[in-house]
């Protein structure tokens, strides 16, 4: 057991007050909870979960309960990515199956309450790990071997889950799962494109021509990383919590995989990729992405030999990711300043995307 002896608010992920124009309107929402959460008293307080870029989650105390809102991002119109409704009724059924998915309260459609539908969780306390955790959690190269073996082995767990089972079977459409994927980045891009770069009619073309053959669907998470696994303070290798479902379906489990390694920086990995790093996955003893695939392919029996092409198509999936984001920020949707800088991030990725087609390797 690794655990952590002191946890200070450096190691949780604190809210802060909520950034200009994302602000709530708490007396809307503390009628709604008043008449909609059984057993709610009191006055209602919000702050904000500040690093987030996608959807926005609020920590929401009424008297002394705490519950978590998410809502998706003012002047986003990207709506298959920002369906809370869709993304309320897989934890619904998914959290019996799979603990670490967190645990639904309501849903409200009603957009007289915020402006947009939402829902509310429970919320689950333990210590996400960020780019650079602080020095006083001490990531010894034991500890670092543990999270990333930990990281690759929950991934697999959760494509093991037989999600007609639970309820999942209508989620997705995994018949041709992989070349809508593909082709429908491609057209993300083009619709948010604000810059010039020469790397992304190659790589577009590249991906489209050479789609790998369909393999077995399972759900898949389709974001995950260290910064959406809670841990347990007491056991910092031991899985809590995973956030972030929003664009979680039924598809390619290797392109989930794929995902995991875009934001997974290895140590030898160049100076630049080291700027895009997510999180302390280049720490010593670290796995690296050759390491966690041969892990990933021990442990659930499948063909990895396509992994390449996976990993090329996730780092332009991230690229746009990031992209749209830049693009709800250039057109003056958002006032995030984080989002100001993204377009740098988004020349990084998609070279490491051409990088990893051109060569073959991981």
Known sequence: MFSVTSVSNNFLDQPAAARPGEELPLPQIEAFLLRNIPGTSGSLTATQFPMGHSNLTYLLRLGDREMVLRRPPFGSNVKTAHDMGREYRVLS??????????????????????????????????????????????????????????????????????????????????????????????KRYLASRTHDLPEVERISDWLVERIPSAIEATLIHNDYKYDNLVLDPGDITRVVGVLDWEMSTI??????????????????????????????????????RAQLVERYARITGRDVSSMDYYLAFARFKVAVILQQIHYRYHQGLTQDQRFAELPGKVRILMRASWQAAETGSL
């Open 93 to 186: 059924k998914l959290h019996a199956a799979y603990p670490e998915a967190p645990r639904v309260l309501f849903f409200c459609e009603d957009a007289s309450i915020l402006g947009s539908p939402f829902y509310l969780m429970e919320r689950i306390h333990g210590i996400i790990l960020r780019k650079d955790p602080p020095a006083t959690l001490s990531l010894t190269p034991e500890v670092a071997r543990r999270l990333s073996e930990l990281f690759i082995d929950n991934l697999a767990r959760l494509h093991s889950l037989d999600y007609k089972a639970i309820g999942l079977g209508d989620l997705g459409k995994p018949q041709g799962y992989l070349e809508r994927q593909v082709r429908g980045w491609v």
């Open 251 to 288: 598809g390619d489990p290797l392109s989930d995989l794929g995902t995991a390694l875009a934001y997974w920086v290895d140590a030898t990995d160049p100076e630049d990729w080291q700027n895009v790093r997510w999180c302390p996955s280049n720490y010593p003893g670290s796995l690296t």
